[in-house]
């Protein structure tokens, strides 16, 4: 099994430019989450979505963040126009319920985002 | 709002010794508790977890005990390895359904040192 992929790994840009990052979940997962890292709040939690559909965007810190999940298998996080402090680590995550409390959830290596 | 705080930055410890890791929460609906480990460059990975219907969970050389009252858990670490040197993210979820299900509250991390 491959894994949760993310791409790109390292995302250099100029404040204002748009900015898309891309997860592919584990196959057969049906919860996807984006994720935040920064030293100040550690791991935040963005957006998660069952079955492609937005559960819980409350994390979204501003109208500039976007999340999508055209399909099972796809989804993007797009923050459009970035700003310097959207830099961080990005990381998707997936997990499957399978009717119980466990709730382990797989990541990907994360995107490095560096806005300038 | 921290609902988890881990509130060690960093812990440094020489091999063989026992780590502990501490982490605290104020959301009394939390009933489940991971703790995820992570290294440079990587996704956090899991390592154990606990049901709130337990006090304590063992695999191998790590232990997670929990105190309800105190809304308090800890990692314990035994003997500790330099390959245990990560960050340690505890996390917690609630299972009451609605939105709230799937989702980890994380908390900021502790940077785990062993020494040989």
């Known amino acids: 099994d491959a894994g949760v992929i993310q791409s790109p790994r390292h995302e250099v840009t100029e404040m204002g430019q748009e900015v898309t990052l891309r997860c592919k979940p584990i196959s057969g997962h049906d919860y996807l989450f984006w994720y935040r890292q920064t030293m100040m709040r550690g791991l935040e939690l963005l957006i998660y979505?069952?079955?492609?559909?937005?559960?819980?965007d409350s994390g979204m810190p501003e109208d500039r963040f976007s999340a999508k999940m055209p399909n099972a298998s796809f989804s993007t996080l797009k923050i459009q126009p970035s700003e310097p402090r959207d830099s961080a680590v990005y990381f998707c995550?997936?997990?499957?319920?399978?009717?119980?409390?466990?709730?382990?959830?797989?990541f990907g290596p994360g995107t490095r985002l560096t806005v300038l | 709002d921290q609902q988890v705080k881990q509130n060690s930055p960093s812990l440094s410890v020489q091999e063989g010794r026992i780590s502990i890791l501490n982490c605290d929460y104020t959301n009394s609906m939390f009933d489940y508790f991971l703790w995820y480990k992570k290294y440079p460059a990587e996704g956090p990975t899991f390592l154990i977890s606990i049901s709130s219907i337990k006090d304590k969970n063992e695999d191998g050389r790590f232990t997670v005990f929990l105190n309800k009252s105190a809304k308090h858990l800890s990692l314990h670490i035994v003997p500790s390895q330099p390959g245990d040197s990560a960050v340690y993210f505890c996390?917690?979820?609630?299972?009451?359904?609605?939105?709230?299900?799937?989702?980890?509250?994380f908390g900021q991390g502790t940077i785990l040192t062993v020494h040989p």
């Open positions: 995550a997936s997990s499957l319920w399978e009717g119980s409390f466990y709730n382990e959830q797989f």
């Open positions: 979505f069952n079955n492609n559909v937005p559960i819980d």
């Open positions: 996390a917690a979820s609630s299972n009451a359904g609605g939105t709230s299900y799937g989702k980890l509250t």
